[in-house]
């Protein structure tokens, strides 16, 4: 494994942190798993910008640990909430070209990111302020990259800027900011 890790604005990235061939074997079965019927929601596109489609589904994390999904259960000992009954795994699915809105997710709790593809980019602003929406940062993230945001109300985006798409899978506590 290719560890180095990079710390900033409340995000730490772990480089190549997962194997290559682990990664490879878990976007197949993030691709099997964007169809599948055990989700508890789907998303479909970007709603506000054009563009390449963006698929996520959501399960709760029981689920996917009674799968047989051996690859992604590999990983699943990095999701930062495995004792709670509310956790869950987002699979994600970026066709080429590929931009997410910004966003902050309103979830409690840190989230770990599990990049299953490589050629991906994670932008984030440090201080997000609305009078320059153009200052934001950005990450090149590879296959086997882990991000942990660990900071509420990051707001950030997936890019898939290769040409093949991109796989991801988020680890979430599933329980809302209120």
Same mark, same amino acid.
């Given at each position: 494994?290719?560890?180095?890790?990079?710390?900033?604005?409340?995000?730490? $990235?772990?480089?190549?942190?997962?194997?290559?061939?682990?990664?490879?074997?878990?976007?197949?079965?993030?691709?099997?798993? /964007?169809?599948? *019927?055990? %989700?508890?929601?789907?998303? =479909?596109?970007?709603?506000?910008? %054009?563009?390449?489609?963006?698929?996520? =589904?959501?399960?709760? /994390?029981?689920?996917?640990?009674?799968?047989? /999904?051996?690859?992604?259960?590999?990983?699943?000992? !990095? *999701?930062?909430?495995?004792?709670?009954?509310?956790?869950?795994?987002?699979?994600?699915?970026?066709?080429?070209?590929?931009?997410?809105?910004? *966003?902050?997710?309103?979830?409690?709790?840190?989230?770990?990111?599990?990049?299953?593809?490589?050629?991906? %980019?994670?932008?984030?602003?440090?201080?997000?302020?609305?009078?320059?929406?153009?200052?934001?940062?950005? /990450?090149? $993230?590879?296959?086997?990259?882990?991000?942990?945001?660990?900071?509420?109300?990051? =707001? *950030?985006?997936?890019?898939?800027?290769?040409?093949?798409? =991109?796989?991801?899978?988020?680890?979430?506590?599933? !329980?809302?900011?209120?």
């Amino acid at each position: 494994m290719n560890y180095g890790s990079l710390e900033v604005a409340g995000i730490t $990235v772990v480089k190549g942190g997962v194997e290559r061939s682990t990664c490879e074997s878990i976007a197949l079965e993030c691709e099997e798993l /964007l169809f599948s *019927h055990l %989700a508890i929601d789907f998303d =479909r596109g970007n709603p506000t910008e %054009a563009g390449p489609p963006i698929w996520q =589904r959501q399960y709760r /994390l029981s689920i996917i640990k009674g799968s047989g /999904l051996v690859s992604i259960n590999c990983v699943l000992g !990095l *999701h930062p909430y495995p004792q709670s009954p509310d956790a869950t795994v987002i699979v994600n699915g970026q066709e080429p070209g590929a931009v997410q809105n910004f *966003h902050s997710d309103i979830v409690q709790g840190s989230q770990v990111i599990v990049q299953a593809s490589s050629g991906g %980019a994670f932008d984030y602003y440090p201080n997000f302020d609305p009078l320059n929406p153009d200052d934001f940062d950005s /990450l090149d $993230v590879g296959i086997g990259d882990i991000i942990m945001c660990n900071r509420s109300f990051i =707001r *950030h985006r997936g890019r898939n800027p290769s040409d093949q798409t =991109r796989y991801n899978l988020v680890f979430t506590s599933g !329980l809302a900011i209120e």
